[in-house]
């Protein structure tokens, strides 16, 4: 299946932990990007990756890292993890920057809880 | 910076009566208006994409409509596999990704 797809699903952990989410796309999509979505649902960008190259690096704590073996890959690493860093985390890729005709296709989210 | 404000926050519909969802947006130079719509514990899933005051595209029950300071997601006849959120995004010639709303809760009773 052509697709987003991110591991794990769900992923439960203290805080002050260390923890991945990894997310791969088959689409042939050249960028890619993470998304957190809040207790209220609103979805915010935290990073966006154009052929492995960091193009948006929104305000978000330098806790969290995002690396880009290639361009099919896009994996988050959160350190000492806090309890507002639980959320839903969605990955997401597109043909080309910003706005394309097919818009975003997204992973089906990763939800964190920390605890 | 570009915002998007959706209203209502949440609808609740009888199956068959129709309605519209709004989205309110400000933008430096609009690139594209994107509508989607989310399932509970899936990804948001692609509607549409707007590029022009009085363009309309349609899909189904669903027509989604643009001026140059908002957009409608009009609902026809709704049935109950229409409950979703419907979120709307923006994206401006300024930045190379999408800003979203907080989305629309749309709520279908038989």
């Known amino acids: 299946d052509t697709a987003v797809s991110q591991t794990p699903k769900y992923l439960v952990t203290q805080m002050g932990n260390d923890k991945s989410i990894k997310c791969e796309q088959n689409l042939g999509h050249d960028t890619m990007y993470w998304y957190k979505q809040d207790s209220k649902k609103f979805l915010k960008i935290m990073f966006s990756?154009?052929?492995?190259?960091?193009?948006i690096n929104e305000t978000v704590p330098n806790r969290f890292s995002p690396k880009s073996p290639d361009k099919a890959h896009l994996n988050l690493h959160i350190n000492s993890l806090e309890l507002g860093d639980s959320a839903v985390y969605f990955c997401?890729?597109?043909?080309?920057?910003?706005?394309?005709?097919?818009?975003?296709?997204f992973g089906s989210g990763t939800r964190l809880t920390v605890v | 910076e570009d915002q998007v404000t959706q209203s209502p926050e949440a609808l609740r519909l009888q199956e068959g009566e129709s309605s519209s969802l709004n989205c309110s947006y400000t933008?430096?130079?609009?690139?594209?208006l994107f509508w989607y719509r989310q399932d509970p514990g899936k990804g948001p899933e692609f509607l549409f994409t707007l590029y022009s005051a009085g363009e309309e595209k349609e899909k189904e029950r669903l027509k989604a409509t643009l001026t140059k300071k908002e957009s409608f997601l009009h609902i026809t006849a709704p049935k109950p596999e229409d409950s979703a959120t419907y979120l709307c995004?923006?994206?401006?010639?300024?930045?190379?990704?999408?800003?979203f709303g907080a989305g629309t809760r749309l709520t279908v009773k038989p």
């Open positions: 990756y154009n052929n492995k190259e960091l193009i």
């Open positions: 997401a890729s597109s043909l080309g920057q910003g706005a394309a005709d097919y818009g975003y296709t």
């Open positions: 995004a923006v994206s401006g010639y300024n930045n190379n990704d999408m800003r």
């Open positions: 933008v430096s130079g609009l690139r594209g």
